[in-house]
């Protein structure tokens, strides 16, 4: 785990303009760009402006550099699936408009946190560190799957298609999101989610065609 | 471009097993689980237990290599894509089952393709053949909102999401198949594209609710 900036809580002047999260944005950054092989501890000192131990003061080794990447995707994702399952108790919501909020929160995750997410899922096993969000990752989409086999089964979506595929159709959708979205785009995450539950719940056809 | 096998048009024994085809498939392999930088020539001499001068008897450079891994992907993409726009002259198909075309098509590709089109998806322009297949992929992706774009205006699909909002969300849901398609897994292509059919046109919501 990356230690708590010593500033933390207070205003941080302890290293002019960098801080931890500067550390780990920059990490982010160049481990997609070069890949996580093709970064070094050295490379990103340079690209910062400051000393190897001065990241090490933020981050013991690279690999907690990754590890904190990848819980920032998957902390965001969590979350995303977790409330919409939990909000199965107060059954106010059928599973379908949780489904959907589901699908609109990831879209706002996907967007607020594109760079950890890009860096997620090109994740392939590599290391403990990968291997352990895989596992993560897997049971996220495995909730996911869940919650369109709850909508299936409640008779609000299709049950023509097997729900694991709709659950990967549906997911990669919205995971197509880091291959071409950039901020300041032309279009904003509302519209961005609207486009993807409209195509994913209504679909592109006029209807009565 | 990669040299004609000498032996290409006869029964392959120059090297006992391996050919031209198969240096570029155990490529393709490694250029994906290593990334290309990660992998020399010698790796892959090593990998199939050949000498380097083996393999430059086929491929005069590594990237030649992946420019033949990308071409491809590309040369299979833009045919789908070319053969659903050049239908428009028949005039006896709608925009709309033309784009539905190239979709099912593309699932087909993707999975005939599935190693070479991932190792596209995945090119971020970092050598002139990286970027030279970027261009192509521009191309095709521009092509694909065109036919989106003509199956709105002939009014057979939603207008009120932008054309390439939809374009890049319908061919993410596409492309997805590279992250979870497996060989020899539950679905056949043509059920994929079914499925990606059915959810992109019709919805996932049973109609009437």
């Not at 949780?98 to 706002?108: C, D, G, K, T």
């Not at 594109?114 to 096993?125: E, I, K, N, S």
């Not at 993560?136 to 023509?160: C, M, N, Q, Y």
Request: proline residues 4%.
């Amino acid at each position: 785990m990356p230690r708590l900036s010593p500033t933390s809580g207070a205003p941080r002047r302890g290293r002019p303009g960098y801080d931890q999260e500067a550390v780990l944005r920059c990490a982010v950054d160049l481990f997609n760009r070069r890949g996580y092989d093709g970064t070094s501890v050295g490379d990103l000192a340079g690209e910062l402006g400051l000393t190897k131990s001065a990241i090490y003061h933020h981050f013991p080794s690279k690999s907690d550099l990754l590890q904190a990447a990848l819980n920032e995707a998957l902390d965001g994702l969590s979350e995303v699936i977790d409330t919409a399952v939990a909000s199965e108790n107060g059954a106010r919501e059928t599973a379908r408009e949780r489904l959907e909020s589901a699908v609109r929160q990831s879209v706002a995750v996907l967007v607020e946190h594109l760079p950890a997410v890009t860096l997620l899922l090109r994740v392939h096993g590599n290391s403990d560190v990968e291997l352990d969000a895989l596992r993560r990752r897997r049971a996220i989409d495995a909730k996911l799957a869940d919650l369109v086999r709850a909508a299936a089964d409640e008779g609000s979506l299709r049950s023509d298609i097997p729900p694991e595929l709709t659950s990967r159709l549906l997911f990669g959708m919205v995971n197509s999101l880091v291959e071409w979205y950039r901020p300041n785009g032309r279009h904003d995450t509302a519209a961005i989610a609207d486009a993807v539950t409209r195509i994913a719940f209504e679909g592109l056809a006029l209807r009565g065609r």
